[in-house]
């Protein structure tokens, strides 16, 4: 491709509202270009990368077996309402009504037409498993859109659904879509873990991210040093923590005066005791489908709420703040309040409190706490996985330590089992002629994401830096000055060359200054550039490697011969 | 593949409202499913012909210096606003609002986007041309979507736009595209002609639709016995109509009392002439953006109106009926409404009218026609082209016998001018430095209609016929009885042996009857079937060519060398 001819409008300016430096680069290489909130353009840079991936992702879900169909992205209402998801999925999912007044929705994924799509259509064990997927554009109208192609609301994803005739052999495709997963990241040269995680809205039995560590990632993930643990701090466990300070005296439940003590860190001063032998209550107002309530959550002081298991251990569709009147309202008194006498409230309790003696609580009572508590005699179903894991927790696989990193999702697998299935009446024949509602799996893998995630893997303060798996192009010929005709004639007779050897090369060919087409290739990030200037005088060239910047004089007999060495 | 893991849910019951045999055929076979009115999902089989005819146009468009990108589905309003199509496209743009109450639309096309993309980016006539195209799915809000995939509401087409500095080089690339479309359509082995065509809603100066011929046709195209001419009825021209009956006598206007004369052929035969010398009046009611009104079309009474012609004519968002209270209301006279002496309405009349003599109207009076009325001292801009060319009319170019014909329309190559460009201000300097707006085109192909296209030209009573392009598969091996273990083994080495050789091969290995194999081997119409059954014993296999179900023994040892004749 010539450069004079190609579509790629590159700009100083960096786009307002921008912090990443994925969005930054791919804006102003002209990559992507926003069209409105969470909306963009691919250009034809950006579209050729994103062409890139997307075929890496086809050919490994094609060779383990899954096969490619699209469904519809306009959706009818009616399929969500009869899974149950139109009315709690929130307003990510986008509703409208077509000129018949009829409802749909934009498809932000698609269980529910999956499930539709092979319901009555296979109706026996015998024509399982069957794994379907599509790369197709996906909606989710996000409160704030950010972060370029990190946090959109239109965007390219490739989701699969698995349908089996048992949990063991959803388990076996579960695992299959790990290691195919593993696969099209390692080929797309990212630095990847594959943790544990929240399911989320999706539901299920169990899933997997995958996360690609980078700096600006929006997920915090815990990897133990020791073992291979990891897993999303929404999901994150640890080993029951455990603490050498003494534990406070008292071996009876008595009451104490605490006046003007306002925080954990008072009261433990207070009773010269560690936090952790303290319990405080976090209220939220939990939001459900037709009503909301409070609810408290009660933790070890020394710990901290992590929200998604809070709302995971009451259910909700979302954890709001509760401010301190609506605490009043409820009976409850701010500062105070503990599980003892606590009436016509939900609450639940960390696991990891279950049968501590001695603690410290407060009394449901103005400047009051309880000493020598001791968590008994409570439903077992109020005891939840409530905080949120530290660096510096151990590993509860093999007691090392864990280490706080950052990470971007750019793929979910999921072990849907049969939520959807049964919601939708979606059902087999077994062996044993029984009917069966399907066990199912799901499997995302964010393709215009993962434009984005490559940058934020890889760039410094110039611009992008391309692998050669994911470059646009490989390599960028520059001639200095075109009204040199040696170098324009021996430019072109590279360019047809490399060409002619299948490598994909833009000859920067322009009528533009050298620095302007220099700092080009350092924005755009093309993995190769190949000067050539006042050098060709003495059968000389100029190879510069985007990754370092490094640069390498090259006799022109044997520039072919050179770069077929490093590309090929 | 194997068909045993293969999903291609066939099946015998004829999909309800479905009249064509694309539409039966593509669902019956497993190709489509419609998961609502005008919403399709593509199942594998479908997916795999999309595939083949998405590349197809790709590597043509790239050939001919286009370059592919990718906008936004969601599109915002404010960009049909600009443009002004916001309140003229009507109800098939689908518009909605976002959780924030902002306007979107579904792109059904994307002139403005593409605008908006180049504007303020090109600017210089050094940066011209340009042409970038998308392959995208479009919405469209059809009133009465029908036909399977031939009107539905989403659809995957290849829309292009390109940018000129003047209308010799809009001319130009719309040349270059109108060889690139027929290479696309040669190459897909369709049988299409290029016909001239109203441009709609797109606007423009010029266009040619791309038709290809089918029985079952929606439009309806006149075709030169004697030239290339061709054009779509809404569009087409005809050499001016002449008579050889004789003219009416009287050579001065005179009023006659035609009472009890309702029709054209009653006022004709009343007065002894031919049709074609006098001049009926269409009333249609006629909708503009902010208001409707009546408007009178004159044609001869031997001709029919075309409404496409009529609706540019008075340049209507639509026409409708009108009924006899409206013409009353209007003060026309229903049956005797003519051009001398009309107030207060608008009208029309026919080109081919204009200075005809002699002629016979209506008097605007009840019972009463004028004879002897000339078709002078009118404002020239109310003769428009307003007639149904019919067959046997006679061709412009040539005076050859025109021949009318049934076309499926697949593409659609326009020259915008700078409609759009000057109402969104896109501009660029010229060489002489001064602001232009861009020159345009625009260049449309229907993808995902195209599959149904190709059944539509090419099948017969049992199902679909693949041609070898197109096919999902190029060859079904069907193992007769797969508890034939000599037979199982065989087909499986032919079609490891098939599969090396880079042929896309399916292996019919279920456990089911040959009866219901053969049957979705005509319904799926893949070109070749190699049966595999008890002819083995004498070492015989058997080729079914789809197209006409001509069967051939070929010895096993031949198997591989005769289908490597036949197929690459």
Not at 81 to 90: H, L, M, P, T
Request: with cysteine; glycine share 6%; net charge negative.
């Amino acid at each position: 491709m010539k450069f004079s001819q190609f579509y790629a409008p590159s700009t100083k300016e960096t786009p307002k509202d921008a912090s990443l430096p994925s969005h930054i680069f791919l804006v102003r290489a002209g990559f992507i270009e926003q069209i409105g909130s969470g909306l963009y353009n691919f250009l034809p840079l950006g579209k050729r990368v994103l062409d890139k991936i997307r075929a890496i992702v086809k050919e490994e879900m094609d060779k383990a077996g899954a096969q490619e169909v699209n469904l519809s992205f306009v959706t009818p209402a009616s399929l969500w309402q009869e899974s149950g998801r139109y009315n709690v999925f929130g307003k990510e999912l986008l509703r409208f009504k077509d000129r018949k007044e009829n409802d749909f929705v934009l498809g932000p994924t698609h269980e529910e037409a999956m499930v539709s799509l092979v319901k009555n259509k296979i109706t026996s064990y015998k024509q399982l498993p069957l794994h379907l997927y599509q790369i197709t554009w996906k909606f989710r109208d996000e409160a704030r859109p950010r972060f370029g192609l990190l946090r959109c609301r239109e965007f390219l994803m490739k989701d699969g659904y698995s349908f089996h005739k048992n949990e063991e052999d959803l388990t076996r495709e579960f695992d299959l879509m790990y290691e195919t997963y593993s696969r099209i990241l390692q080929r797309l040269g990212l630095n990847f873990r594959a943790v544990e995680a929240d399911s989320g809205a999706i539901g299920g039995s169990g899933s997997k991210e995958f996360m690609v560590l980078a700096k600006n990632g929006e997920d915090d993930i815990l990897l133990c040093e020791n073992c291979d643990y990891a897993a999303n701090i929404e999901a994150a466990k640890r080993a029951k923590k455990t603490c050498n300070k003494e534990r406070p005296e008292a071996n009876f439940a008595s009451k104490f005066h605490t006046p003007n003590i306002k925080s954990i860190k008072e009261l433990a001063d207070f009773f010269r005791i560690d936090e952790f032998y303290t319990i405080k209550a976090v209220v939220k107002k939990a939001i459900y489908e037709n009503e909301s309530k409070l609810v408290v959550f009660f933790i070890r002081g020394c710990d901290d709420l992590q929200e998604v298991k809070a709302q995971n251990a009451c259910k909700a569709l979302e954890l709001m703040d509760a401010d301190e009147s609506e605490l009043l309202n409820a009976g409850l008194v701010p500062g105070f309040i503990g599980f003892v006498g606590l009436k016509n409230i939900d609450f639940y309790l960390d696991k990891e409190l279950e049968n501590e003696k001695q603690m410290i609580i407060g009394a449901n009572e103005k400047d009051y706490h309880l000493v020598g508590i001791d968590v008994v005699n409570l439903n077992q179903d109020r005891f939840k996985d409530l905080v949120e894991v530290k660096e510096n927790d151990c590993c509860l696989k093999c007691g090392g330590k864990l280490r706080k990193s950052k990470g971007i999702e750019v793929g979910h697998i999921f072990k849907l089992g049969q939520k959807y299935s049964k919601a939708m009446n979606a059902h087999f024949l077994d062996e044993n002629g029984k009917t069966q509602a399907f066990y199912m799996g799901c499997y995302g893998i964010g393709v215009s994401r993962l434009v984005a995630v490559a940058i934020e893997a890889s760039h410094d303060e110039k611009g992008c830096i391309w692998n050669q798996t994911l470059a646009p192009f490989t390599i960028d010929i520059i001639i200095s000055n075109i009204k040199d005709e040696e170098a324009f004639k021996f430019a072109n007779q590279i360019y047809q060359q490399l060409q002619d050897l299948g490598i994909e090369v833009l000859l920067d060919d322009r009528n533009e200054r050298f620095g302007v087409k220099m700092n080009d290739f350092e924005l755009m990030g093309f993995p190769y550039a190949l000067v050539i200037g006042k050098g060709l005088q003495n059968n000389e060239v100029e190879l510069i490697q985007r990754e370092n910047l490094s640069k390498e004089i090259i006799k022109t007999d044997h520039v072919i011969e050179n770069l077929k060495k490093k590309i090929l």
